[in-house]
């Protein structure tokens, strides 16, 4: 037999830096180990909140902390980004049609930032409350 | 040798192979169908086709009238049996293709729609946009999965018929991967090759559109019928031939000279009104357009460019939005391979080679004169298109006679008496291992495959293309007959046993050199023009002496023997064609 | 800029004589009108015979030609050498294996393709006589787009979960199945869930995206799996929450 | 092919995927800077009222619900993600992932419903 394809191997874990659009979708993903971070931060200050005051206090220092602080910038830009890529995708996922015609991916993505603003100034304005 | 056993076996898995499996398949699931293909089937040149596909369907219509286009556009050449039988089969033909799913473009109410078509009276072409032929030989494809009897031989390339005792009984072919020569024994064959456009220069056809089909066919003892008969297409984009859509032109599209001017007037084609009237201007037969191109030419009214001399085809006036509903592909073809974006400019056409009208010689069953050995589609020639097709008929056919010829070869598998000799068969097939194995072996060759392709390609072109003479043809005759004798002497410098290409460049060369002399001898003996072929030297239509299909039956020095059939005539007596304001 | 000629790298790979690929350099006119594809062609034709490809319609719609080009996979037939450098750097399609040169064996997509059940299954069963079943500029805009994919494996060769899991249906197949899906002349959709909805199904996809990006006649097959999870999840509950509905 | 349970998970992940791209960049900048940046005054977060939040029954559903979903989006993506990176062991990167937003879960109703 003379065929004897070749096959070419995969780089099990660096293959995502071949491509600049491989770049951006591994950070997109990425964005989750931040978020999973910050939802354990969050549930660890609501266990806090339930041993006490003294508990709760230390918590909010951490949180205050320059350590703190960069873990948080660094979260809000993943967050952002994570936001950012989700609102991208929606119109592919969830296309909408209107009298048999598409609507345009960018005034579907669109109102979705629209509603991102007034949810947050809602969340703004609710906590200051 | 590899043997491969099966009940039908179907050389072409384009729309016509496609369909003759599916056929076979219903008709008796019990049957083995082999479909062997040089390549994967949605890689056929049906893919190409654009503009649509002929059928009777609106209540203004009539079969009269799809009768009356098809035998006066084929200039009284198509045996007028086959062309009712056509008629009544494709609205059926194309309502099945609806329900297995292909998506033809629809009317406000969801019925089927259709556009109208070159030298039709009325609009009868079923579209899908403008991706006809893709979308019906990927819905054929798709349907074809469904059907566990149907086994694939994607990338095999065949080579010959196997013979014995005068009957059909298989074929080899070589597995393109392997190098390995295969027998397929089958109780009958069925040849669905497609077209041999690549013996020309500039055609719109494929790579794969080298005519093996027909050379098997021809060289196993089947006479090729009409292969003078070789349609220009008006619209081709200069330098890659790439086809601009008679859906173009149904559209509205115009074809202006140098001047600005609507010239298709001045050729008994007018009058030049500003809508598409029916068999009139721009909706002229493809025969009479790329004629009037070629007199445009002459008297030096066409646009010089590097790729040769065009006229322009404006589609200015549809609109950005009527374009891109209906004519996407253009729009895009256009933009991309001549850099003119039609809602803005006119877009350089020329002529270019289409369509062989002729081929494998069959009867209205799509039988050959071998028993057991069928032919549907392109390749084969059961003339219904005679002189000249009409644009959209040739889908049509081959889903109605790759339907026919598929329940055809599954009749005769299941009445077939007795067993094929097979040693007898293997010894015919070992031929083919043999042939394969000089050709490996050669060693000091003296011609080039591409070389000799190309001259035979020239001669061609500059002997039988729009307008032929008895000079040019006869130089052609004797060109081809020279290439016919030097191409013993090519060699192979790919001798890898692994998708060798370059041996699949030399059988496909060998088969076209001999398609290229029937077709120049054949034409070389029509004293007279006709449809398609148009001679200078005798302008006028002959029916006396030519109302006849030529059968040019194989010779190996490249000079087959031409003899004659009388043409079937129910209805029709022959006439004068008229087009343009004339016709009414 | 103007050039006279342009330098081809091709990944060459011969199983008879190499154990594995290399590159080999061809120098080729440049010529501003031409594709690859027509470079190619012509290293075929004047300076090495044994270079192997496939091709056939030259305008981009047999799906044959497909490569990657400077790391891109592109269909050779519709990429201008005047949009490259002085160097183009051409490789068989990535996540297939090299059959030679340039040709990569496509049998499991082809598997795949027919795995999803790619074809009407009727919602009721009408005779030709009958006619056309009726469906409405609307109904037809609704699968239309995924109705163009040409096979051309383009996606495949992006898709980095084709590469990492070779079992995964992949994004041409799948787009082709939610292509019936929508079809209002079918009801298949449950008995295409046996594979589409399996986990080398949907499932397999981490919506990349690529495969969407490189598609030469935009299918967007990300969209279309991405629908399909959705549909396929909401189905998933469904049954869940109703199980006396089950067949 | 049998079909996949991936549905529950997924559902999850879209579900928080959504969510927490309409809220958690607020969410992150309120806890993170509202008060550093001097946004808020400090008693915005002060113990009391945090607690007040979290014993009223709508203040909870506003805790739990939000934060169950983005961790179980992210416990998804995580998996995935690491599949990504080139770690073959998915069984256990699962049960790894899914299991701490369990364990997440877990110790909010515990927060939130049993303390
Ligand atoms: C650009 C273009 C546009 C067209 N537009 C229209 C249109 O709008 N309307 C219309 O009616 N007609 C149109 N036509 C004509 C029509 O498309 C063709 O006549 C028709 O598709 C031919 O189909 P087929 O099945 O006979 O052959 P093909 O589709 O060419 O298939 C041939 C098959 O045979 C196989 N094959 C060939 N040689 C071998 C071998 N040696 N061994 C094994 N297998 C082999 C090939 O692999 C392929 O599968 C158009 C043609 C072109 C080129
Ligand atoms: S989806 Fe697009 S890229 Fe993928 S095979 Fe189809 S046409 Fe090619
Ligand atoms: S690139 Fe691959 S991962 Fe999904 S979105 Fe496309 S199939
Ligand atoms: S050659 Fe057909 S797609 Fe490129």
Same mark, same amino acid.
């Given at each position: ?17 071949a491509?600049?659009r ?15 971070a910050?939802s354990?931060?969050i ?5 806090? *909140?339930?041993?006490g005051?003294l ?10 902390s ?28 969830m296309?909408? +049609? ?27 304005y609710?906590?200051?409350? | 040798?590899k043997?491969?056993?099966?009940d039908?076996?179907?050389?072409g ?5 496609? +369909? ?5 398949a219903e ?6 169908v ?60 194309l ?23 070159g ?12 991706? !006809? ?17 149907i086994k +694939?031989?994607?990338e095999?390339?065949s080579t010959d018929?196997v013979?014995?005792?005068?009957k ?7 597995e393109?991967r ?9 109780k009958s064959?069925i040849?669905?090759t ?34 003078e ?24 599209? *115009? ?6 001017y ?39 009214r ?14 200015r006036?549809?609109?950005?939005a ?15 391979y ?7 400019d006119?877009?350089p ?7 062989t ?59 077939r ?10 010894q ?19 011609e ?10 020239d001669?061609?072109e ?13 130089? !052609? ?31 496909? *060369? ?17 004293k ?27 010779s ?18 022959p006439?004068?064609?008229?087009y ?5 | 800029m103007?050039?006279?000629?342009v330098?081809?790298e ?29 470079a190619?062609?012509?290293?075929k034709?004047n ?7 496939r ?26 050498m005047?949009?490259?450098g ?5 490789e ?14 496509i049998?499991d997509?082809?598997e795949?393709?027919g795995?999803?059940?790619?074809y ?18 609307a ?16 996606c ?10 070779p ?9 082709l ?5 929508l ?5 298949g ?31 967007d097959?990300?969209?279309?799996i ?9 189905d998933?509950f ?10 | 092919m049998?079909?996949s ?17 309409f ?53 998804h ?10 770690? +073959? ?14 364990v997440?879960?877990?110790?909010m109703?515990?927060?939130?419903f049993?303390?």
């Open positions: 037999m003379s065929r004897r394809p070749y096959i070419r191997p995969v780089q099990r874990s660096t293959w995502w830096l491509q600049p491989y770049i951006r979708y591994m950070a997109r993903e990425v964005t989750s180990a931040f978020l999973c910050y354990l931060l549930i660890v200050g609501l266990v806090r *909140l339930a041993q005051p508990a709760y206090d230390a918590f909010l220092a951490a949180v205050y320059t350590s703190g602080q960069v873990f948080s910038l660094l979260t809000l830009i993943f967050a952002i980004y994570h936001t950012y890529t989700w609102f991208q995708v929606t119109p592919k996922a296309p909408i +049609r209107k009298g048999g015609k598409l609507i345009a991916g960018s005034i579907i993505v669109g109102a979705h930032w629209f509603v991102f603003l007034i949810a947050s100034v809602i969340i703004l609710l906590v200051g409350m | 040798m043997i491969i056993e099966t039908v076996a179907i050389i898995a384009g729309g016509a192979g496609l +369909r003759a499996a599916i056929s076979v008709s008796d699931p019990q049957l083995k082999a479909l062997i293909s040089k390549v994967y089937p949605m890689r056929s040149h049906t893919v190409a086709a654009e503009g649509g596909a002929a059928g009777v369907i609106k209540d203004e219509d009539s079969f009269e009238n799809h009768f009356h286009d098809t035998v006066a556009g084929g200039d009284w050449l198509s045996d007028q049996d086959a062309v009712e039988l056509f008629i009544h089969e494709a609205p059926r033909e309502t099945l293709m609806e329900h297995w799913g292909c998506p033809w473009s629809r009317k406000p109410d969801g019925r089927v729609a259709v556009r109208p078509f030298g039709m009276k009325i609009e009868r072409t079923w579209y899908a946009a403008d991706k !006809t032929g893709f979308h019906l030989l990927h819905t054929l494809f798709q349907t074809s999965l469904k059907f566990p009897s +694939r031989y994607d095999y390339f018929i013979v014995v005792d005068g059909c009984c298989g074929f080899t072919a070589i393109m392997s190098g390995e020569v295969t027998y397929f024994k089958a064959v040849i669905a497609g077209g041999a456009g690549r013996v020309f220069p500039f055609t719109t056809n494929g790579a794969i559109k080298t005519g093996d089909g027909m050379a098997m066919a021809y060289r196993a003892g089947v006479a090729l019928k009409d292969m008969f070789v349609q220009y297409h008006p619209t081709g984009l200069p330098g890659t031939g790439i086809l601009i859509t008679e859906g173009s032109r149904g559209e509205g599209g *115009l074809l202006v000279n140098k001047d600005g609507r010239y298709l007037q001045d050729y008994n084609l007018g009058p030049p009104d500003p809508w598409p009237r029916k068999k009139a201007m721009e909706l002229g037969p493809r025969d009479r357009l790329s004629q009037a191109f070629w007199h445009e030419q002459q008297k030096g066409t646009i010089k460019t590097a790729d040769g001399d065009v006229v322009h085809l404006d589609l006036h549809l609109g950005e009527k374009i891109d509903e209906r004519l996407p592909m253009v729009r895009e073809l256009a933009k991309s001549v850099g003119v974006d039609p809602v803005y006119p877009i056409v020329r002529p270019v080679i289409h369509y009208m002729g081929g494998i010689d069959t009867n209205i069953d799509a039988a050959t004169n071998i028993p057991g050995l069928y032919a549907a589609g392109e390749c084969s020639c059961v003339s219904i298109n005679g002189a000249n097709r009409l644009g959209s008929n040739s889908l049509t056919e081959l889903l109605v006679f790759g339907a026919r010829a598929g329940s055809g070869a599954a009749e005769f598998a299941k009445a008496q007795g067993a094929i000799n097979e040693s007898a068969a293997k015919e097939a070992e031929k083919t291992e043999k042939r394969l194995a000089a050709l490996f072996a050669k060693e000091k060759a003296t080039s495959i591409p070389g000799l392709r190309k001259e035979m390609n001669t061609m500059s002997g039988a293309g729009i307008y032929r003479t008895e000079d040019s043809l006869q130089a !052609t005759c004797t060109k081809m007959s020279e290439i016919r004798k030097r191409s013993a002497n090519i060699g192979l410098q790919d001798k890898s046993k692994v998708f060798n290409t370059d041996m699949a460049e030399a059988l496909e *060369l060998d088969a076209m050199i001999d398609v290229a002399c029937a077709m120049a001898n054949s034409a070389l003996q029509r007279e023009s006709r449809g398609s072929h148009q001679r200078l030297d005798f302008e006028a239509r002959d029916d006396k002496k030519y109302l006849k299909h030529s059968l040019a039956h194989y190996p020095d490249g000079n087959p023997k031409v003899d004659y059939r009388d043409v079937t005539i129910t209805s029709s007596q006439a004068e064609r008229v343009g304001g004339a016709q009414e | 103007s050039r006279d000629t330098q081809l091709i990944l060459r790979y011969d199983p008879e004589k190499d154990s594995e690929p290399y590159f080999s350099t061809y120098e080729v006119p440049f010529n501003d009108d031409w594709v690859v594809l027509d190619i062609n012509y290293v034709e300076l090495d015979r044994t270079l192997t490809y091709w056939s319609c030259h305008m981009a719609v047999c799906g044959s030609c497909g490569m990657v080009i400077n790391g891109e996979p592109v269909l050779s037939c519709h990429t201008f005047r949009d490259y002085d160097k183009i750097r051409i068989p399609l990535q996540n297939f294996p090299v059959e030679r040169d340039l040709v990569v064996v049998d997509f082809v795949k393709l795995s999803v059940k790619p009407i299954v009727p919602k009721v069963e009408k005779t030709v006589d009958e006619g056309e079943y009726i469906q409405s500029p109904q037809l805009a609704v699968f239309k787009q995924y109705t163009a994919c040409i096979n051309c494996l383009l495949y060769s992006a898709c980095p979960q084709v590469g990492l899991n079992g995964f249906v992949g994004p041409a197949a799948l787009a199945a939610h292509r019936y899906n079809d209002s002349r079918d009801v959709r449950a008995a295409r869930e046996d594979v589409v909805a399996s986990n080398p199904g949907i499932w397999e996809c981490s919506f990349v995206g690529a495969c969407s990006e490189v598609c030469p006649k935009s299918v097959p990300a969209a279309a991405q629908q399909t999870k959705i549909a396929s999840t909401v998933y469904t049954d869940f929450l109703t199980p006396w509905r089950k067949q | 049998a079909r349970n991936k549905p529950i998970v997924w559902g999850l992940f879209a579900a928080g995927g959504t969510l927490s791209a809220i958690f960049p607020a969410v992150v900048f309120v806890i993170g800077f509202g008060v550093t940046l001097g946004f808020y005054s400090p008693d915005v977060f002060s113990y009391e009222r945090m607690q007040a939040l979290a014993a009223n029954p709508l203040g909870k559903l506003c805790l739990f619900a939000p934060t169950f979903l983005i961790i179980w989006h992210a416990a993506r995580l998996r995935i993600t690491a599949h990504d990176f080139g770690i +073959r062991a998915d069984g256990l990167v699962a049960a790894l992932c899914y299991g701490s937003a369990a997440g879960t877990v110790a109703i515990y927060a939130l049993i303390a």
